[in-house]
């Protein structure tokens, strides 16, 4: 009878050199990218994070009724997670202008917690 060969112990893998991200520094990282949009007929530079709520505060402004509210929750919920977690690194500016005037005086939305 022969006798069985030994398991070969595998070596460990090294490592690749680069350390890994955290999800956060990953998500700042996108968020933070700059995008070219048009904004007012005009090309502006903007955050992913800024064109994203511009398109959340025309569909909270311009929508369906439906699209309307959840857009308008979702802008709300974003201020409240931005209040609570603020780190002065990404600013987020509301423009005051005659559309976000006009939204204002049409009535305020509840907030669903």
Partial sequence: MKARPKAKRRKPRPS??????STVV???????????ITLNGEPQEVT???AILLQLQQKAMFGSD???KRA???????HDFA????????????VENDYTRAFKK????KRNG
């Avoid at 690749?16 to 991200?21: A, C, D, L, Y």
């Avoid at 308008?72 to 974003?78: G, H, P, R, S, V």
Wanted: proline content about 4%.
């Fill in 16 to 21: 690749r050199g680069m350390p890994q991200e």
């Fill in 26 to 36: 990953v998500v700042d990282r996108l968020l933070a990218r700059p995008h070219l």
């Fill in 48 to 50: 992913t994070i800024e």
């Fill in 66 to 68: 439906g699209a309307s």
């Fill in 72 to 78: 308008w929750q979702a802008m709300l919920k974003y």
């Fill in 83 to 94: 209040v609570r977690h603020a780190d002065r690194k990404l600013k987020v500016r509301y």
């Fill in 106 to 109: 049409a009535g305020k939305v």
